[in-house]
Structures are given as structure tokens and as C-alpha cells.
């Protein structure tokens, strides 16, 4: 299948949601497809590569931080992004368009699919779906809802990699949604030795909730270390919070990814407080490490975690200092979770995944629904935590 991939943000830019396009891609290259992704450049990278056998096409924009963005630069990205993939679209006739966000590259797929013909599939990460992130964009969303519905209406199958996205979604629009969870590729080991060490991954938004870590582990006395690694605009106000509590915590400021996974096996315990969350991928990687994680309820973590950790109710300080300091106490709990989290993670490989979204991309081509359970109007592409058999390591 001739695959075309649209995303404003594709490693090394953006976080999540740019890591999972970038795997997905990678994974469905490896299975034989021809895929070309179309995202945003950044002064310092290739206008054009090939990444993981994907060619990766870069369109020009404005854009100053490699892991966080505006909604005004966001804007930049449009027309350059749109005239790249139509000359893509008319050499090369994809079969497909894979579109992740509805903004901004969604309305770049709306277009090009109305303009060609097109099928596109897509797949909503969090920040794109209006009353997920209203810190950031709810006046962005109130003003373009019209251009969102079309966005969404026109798209020949809907994914989210979660239950709680999904509802978010449909409470605003009558469309069926595809959940295919995101996947994980297992980290090559640095065979880092575990320490005391509690670990927080996150970029520094206040919905992250690590203003509530810090809170928690004020005052606490003992001899482990308390790292926090990400960026973000919250990073001063946050490091202000620090000073004023005396707080044991060290900022790092954001890390490579190879140094982020040996500071993972070296971890303990991994916290992570988010208040809102679709589907976050640190709990992934921290679980695959098999860190004893603690975080909220928050929808999305609720579901990446399942029974493996410690689930607290969010923007509770008191929940995290109860449970680091039943952890910190218990390395016999510590170890139990550890192995819990190993073995849940394996069920989120990017084989399966992979497959999921093939049959997803088949079908809108064909129009015909996938062949994939349907629960209330929500079709889940995962019935169960099983791993293959080949992904059992």
C-alpha cells in the first residue's frame, strides 16, 4: 500500500504524538509499504531524509522550540505543508492519506482529500480534540469548531488511541471511532544498575501535575533522589515552587532519548501526576523499564497502566507522598510492580498495532467498515493485553 503520512510534528520535533507517527511509519515501511510523511522543519534539520525506510519531507514554517508549539506557529505550517503534499500526491497517487491531529494537519488532509479523491484515516491524539487542552487552545478551538466537524466528518475512519478520547470525541460529534492503542518498541538495555531514584518524565504543562509532585515530596526526609526531566513553559514557575518549598527535587531540563532510558532502569519509581491525559507514552516506556509506577486516574493513565502500579486520584499531593512513601518502604512491592509493568507493556507492540491500522487503511479504501470489534458505536482494535507470541521477550 502507497501510504501518504501528514504530521506537524515528527521527531526529533515534538513529543507523543510525534514518537508514535514515527514508529508507526517505521513499522509499516518494514512491512512493505511505501510511505512518505510530510511534517514542519526546523532550522538544523533535512529539508528531505530517509528515516526507518520512511521518506520524511519537511515544509517550511516558523516554529522556535523543538517540543512545544503555539497556535500562531502552528498556523505558519499550513500552505507550505499543503503545496509539498499535493506535488507528492501528483507524482507519486497514494492510496491513502494518514493524518494525525485534526489541526493543523488535518485540515491539510481535508483539502488534498477533496482536491484528489483521496481516502484519509484519521487519528486524534488529545490537544486537537476542542476541551482537551483548554489551557492552551480553547479559543483556538471555539473559533475553528465549524472546520474541526468537517475535519472529522470527512475523514473515512476515525482511530484514538483511547477509551477516553473516543467518548470525548463522539459527545461532540455522532462518528464511529476506531481505538487502536498506540504502540511501543522495547528499548535496547544499557543494563544501568537500579538505584533510589523516582523518576518524573514530562513536558512542563500544569496539566502535567508535577506542581502536586513537588508539593508531595516536600519536607520528605530519606536518601533517594528526586529527578524531573522535560521542558516547557511551566519550567520557571515550577523551579520558583521548588525554591519556596525547599524541595529535593532536581530540574534536568529535557535529555536525549538513549540518556532518558538508562536514567529508566536506574529508577525505582516513576511518578507521573498528569491531571489529563489521552494516552501517555512515558508510562510506556517507564513500565518497559519496569519502573513501580505510581499516577492518576486520569483517563488516559488509568488505561495505559491498568493493574500494574499504583493508581492515585489526581491533584492529590497527599495520594503521591502516601504512595511514595509506601514504595519507597516495600522493595518487595517495588519488585511486584516492576514485573507487572513488564509484562503488560509487551501487549502494546508495534506488530500488532501495525496490523491494526493496515486493516483500518484497507478498509477506508475499499469503503467498507474494518473488521474489528464494535462496542456501543466504538470499535476496538484491542480485545485484550495478550502479546504475540513473537513479541514475548
Known amino acids: ?30 512491512l512493505g509499504h ?15 531524509e530517509t528515516i526507518d525506510g520512511v521518506e520524511v519531507h519537511r515544509a517550511s514554517c516558523w516554529r522556535r522550540h523543538r517540543h512545544y508549539t503555539t497556535a500562531l506557529e502552528l498556523a505558519t505550517t499550513l500552505i507550505p505543508a499543503y503545496r509539498l503534499a499535493a506535488r507528492l500526491i501528483e507524482t507519486e497517487r497514494p492510496d491513502v492519506i494518514h493524518v494525525h491531529f485534526a489541526f493543523p494537519s488535518g485540515i491539510i488532509a481535508w483539502r488534498l482529500s477533496r482536491r484528489f479523491n483521496i481516502p484519509y484515516v484519521l ?20 473559533l475553528a469548531a465549524p472546520l474541526w466537524r468537517r475535519i472529522v466528518q470527512g475523514a473515512a475512519r476515525v482511530t484514538s488511541p483511547s ?39 514530562a513536558r512542563l504543562f ?51 532519548q538513549q540518556d532518558l532510558i538508562g536514567l529508566y532502569e536506574e529508577a525505582s519509581i516513576f511518578v507521573f501526576p498528569s491531571i489529563q491525559e489521552n494516552f501517555p507514552m512515558v508510562l510506556l516506556e517507564a513500565m518497559d523499564a519496569g519502573c513501580a509506577v505510581v499516577t492518576t486516574d486520569a483517563e488516559g493513565c488509568e488505561e495505559v497502566i491498568g493493574d500494574s502500579g499504583i493508581v492515585i486520584e489526581k ?37 500488532r498495532i501495525a496490523a491494526h491500522y493496515t486493516e483500518i487503511f484497507q478498509a477506508a479504501v475499499e469503503g467498507r467498515a474494518a473488521r474489528l470489534p464494535n462496542i456501543g458505536g466504538v470499535q476496538f482494535a484491542e480485545a485484550d493485553w495478550t502479546a504475540p507470541a513473537e513479541d514475548v521477550a
Not at 515534538?14 to 518494514?30: E, F, I, Q, R, W
Not at 506542581?211 to 519536607?219: D, E, K, M, N, W
Not at 516547557?232 to 518549598?245: I, N
Open 1 to 30: 500500500m502507497n501510504i501518504l503520512s501528514l504530521t506537524y510534528e515528527y521527531p526529533p520535533i515534538g513529543g507523543g504524538g510525534a514518537a508514535v507517527a514515527s514508529a508507526l511509519n517505521a513499522k509499516l515501511a518494514a
Open 34 to 48: 511505501r510511505v512518505r510523511t510530510v511534517t514542519s522543519a526546523m532550522k538544523g534539520l533535512a529539508t528531505l
Open 123 to 142: 487519528t486524534a491524539h488529545g490537544s486537537d480534540i476542542p476541551g482537551y487542552n483548554p489551557d492552551r487552545f480553547k479559543l483556538s478551538h471555539k
Open 163 to 201: 477509551q477516553f478520547l473516543a467518548q470525548m470525541l463522539r459527545k461532540q460529534l455522532d462518528v464511529p471511532v476506531y481505538i487502536v492503542r498506540n504502540g511501543y518498541n522495547k528499548a535496547t538495555r544499557q543494563d544501568r544498575t537500579r538505584r533510589k531514584l523516582v523518576l518524573v518524565v
Open 206 to 256: 500544569p496539566r502535567k501535575g508535577v506542581q502536586h509532585f513537588l508539593q508531595a515530596i516536600s519536607g520528605l526526609t530519606s536518601d533517594w533522589e528526586y529527578l524531573i526531566v522535560g521542558d516547557g513553559p511551566y519550567m520557571e514557575p515550577l523551579r520558583e515552587q521548588a525554591r519556596t518549598l525547599a524541595s529535593p527535587a532536581k530540574f534536568v531540563g529535557f535529555i536525549q
Open 315 to 351: 491533584s492529590n499531593s497527599l495520594e503521591i507522598r502516601r504512595a511514595l512513601t509506601q514504595l519507597m518502604g516495600n522493595e518487595t512491592l517495588r519488585n511486584q510492580l516492576s514485573a507487572q509493568s513488564k509484562a503488560r507493556v509487551r501487549g502494546f507492540r508495534w506488530s
